[in-house]
């Protein structure tokens, strides 16, 4: 493991590493893992990543995830998900397009990356128990997380979760409680819950770990792409961890002398809840909260985002954009992503409506690299 500290983007702070560490104590905004990449040989390590097998997974980039190599992770073999091309998708003629198929992971979704991260840092250093509040896919990813580890986790899921996910949860050794209200609800809950208990909360965004595991999906597609990075991705974005570890990963890379190439990135969303959309418009460097979150993709529909800056600086430092598509929209391009055999979420769906309007736009331009992320399973919903 590349040595690593705990860093305050917005502040600049350098907090010390500790099993519980969670926001900036200074001015409460997320922490990220910083490596000392200074000196690291980028050639050689890339090498050593690509000669090792698929089978293992996330974990093939240990280098630069939070664990030792003493030490053994907590997975059901997440990662090493497929990029698939897409070569007869209308509105995308020209373009070199794939999809990174998130939902061949264990639990369905990408959330098995950042929560096998989390469980695992959490655990090696003496977790028992955890909270997560949850839109769906992360709680279950947690409960089978957690189980897996044989430790507790409880789960806040809105009251109107689909009850597909609620049993999901269950199946997993989950614990479910029930809250009227959003994402942001359920959050209020699990922290007061934390409060009071051993449990450590794994909230999007308040500890540093989840962003590692979910930074392994652009690892992996720069890899696919013969170590260049693409030139731009489509991401949907609610709590916004992947776009960030997206982003953040490029910047590793680029720090070791490894796929340089500019990357584009835009966030997609629902229309009935862009707080994302709408900062981005204003020029604004954070988000209000969005008032009357609706949307049927529920991944989506987070008002408040705690990462809100750090997905904003990354759309503007990577000069990409954001833009927001119906639920309609959203649900017929899932559709038609299963023309192609990819079985994809709504949120999948929503990428493919975003990248259409982008190349009509002409913000993708022909014989361009896009990524789009499904980034869970049609049978999630």
């Known amino acids: ?25 200074t001015c409460a905004k997320p922490l990220l893992v910083r490596y000392a990449l200074d000196g690291v040989d980028g ?38 998900t497929p990029l698939l091309a897409l070569d007869d998708i209308d509105g995308l003629q020209g373009l070199r397009a794939f999809v990174k198929d998130e939902g061949r992971n264990p639990t369905g979704s990408f959330k ?23 839109a769906g896919n992360a709680g279950v990813s947690l409960a089978a997380y957690a189980s897996r ?30 809250v009227d209200g959003l994402i942001t609800d359920c959050g209020a809950k699990a922290r007061e819950y934390a409060s009071r208990t051993e449990a450590l909360d794994l909230s999007t965004l308040r500890e540093p770990y989840r ?18 990075a693409p030139d731009a991705i489509v991401y949907p974005t609610g709590g916004g961890t992947g776009l960030i570890g997206s982003w953040k990963a490029l910047g590793e890379l680029a720090a070791m002398g490894v796929a340089t190439a500019a990357t584009r990135c835009y966030a997609v969303q629902a229309d009935g809840c862009a707080p994302i959309v709408r900062a981005f418009d204003e020029g604004a460097r954070a988000a209000e909260p969005w008032i009357g979150a609706q949307t049927r993709a529920y991944g989506l529909r987070v008002p408040s985002a705690l990462g ?14 954001a ?13 038609e992503l299963g023309k192609a055999g990819i079985s994809a979420s709504i949120e999948g769906g929503a990428t ?24 869970a399973h049609a049978l999630v919903y």
Do not use: H
């Open 149 to 178: 580890a044989a430790k507790r986790a409880r789960v806040y899921l809105p009251a109107d979760t689909p009850e597909m996910v609620v049993r999901r949860t269950r199946a997993a050794g989950g614990e479910v409680r029930s």
């Open 1 to 25: 493991m590349t040595s690593f500290s705990l860093e305050c983007d917005a502040c600049g702070e350098r907090i010390e590493v500790s099993p519980r560490a969670s926001v900036c104590s």
């Open 211 to 228: 962003i590692e595991g979910k930074k392994t999906m652009m690892l992996e597609i720069v890899q696919a792409l013969g170590w260049r």
């Open 112 to 134: 098995d990356r950042g929560l096998s991260a989390a469980v695992t840092r959490a655990v090696l250093d003496g977790a028992s128990s955890f909270v997560i509040p949850s």
């Open 323 to 335: 833009l927001a598509v119906s639920d309609e929209e959203s649900e017929a391009s899932a559709v």
């Open 43 to 80: 050639p050689t390590l890339i090498e050593s990543w690509s000669r090792r097998p698929c089978d293992a997974g996330l974990w093939r980039f240990r280098e630069i995830l939070p664990i030792a190599p003493d030490e053994t992770p907590v997975s059901l073999g997440e990662g090493a």
């Open 308 to 321: 809100d800056a750090l997905i904003l600086k990354a759309l503007r430092e990577s000069g990409g954009g």
């Open 352 to 375: 493919l409506a975003a990248a259409v309007r982008l190349r009509e736009e002409g913000e993708l331009v022909d014989g361009e690299t896009v990524i789009l992320f499904n980034t």
